[in-house]
C-alpha cells in the first residue's frame, strides 16, 4: 500500500511543478510581449522623426538651389 500512495503523491507533486513552472513561462510571455510593444512604439517615434527629418532636409537641399 506503501508504493502506489507514493506514486500518487509524486504525480501530484510533478503535476503541481508543472502548474508554476506554465504559470512563470506564462508571466515572462505577457513581460516579453509588453516589452516588445514598448520597442515597436520607440521604433516606430524614431522613424517618424528620421522621416520628418529627412523632408526637412530636402526642403532646405530645395532651397539652397
Known amino acids: 500500500m506503501f ?3 507514493l506514486a500518487i503523491a509524486l ?3 510533478g503535476i503541481a511543478v508543472l502548474g508554476i513552472l506554465g504559470i512563470r513561462v506564462f508571466i515572462e510571455a505577457q513581460r ?3 516589452e516588445v510593444t514598448r520597442t515597436t512604439e520607440r ?3 524614431a ?3 528620421l522621416e520628418k527629418a529627412a ?3 530636402a526642403r532646405t537641399g530645395e532651397a539652397l538651389r
Do not use: C, K, S, V
Request: no cysteine; aromatic share 12%; net charge negative.
Open 3 to 5: 508504493w502506489p500512495m
Open 32 to 34: 516579453l510581449g509588453r
Open 55 to 57: 523632408t526637412d532636409l
Open 11 to 13: 504525480g501530484f507533486l
Open 47 to 49: 522613424a517618424e522623426d
Open 43 to 45: 521604433i516606430n517615434r
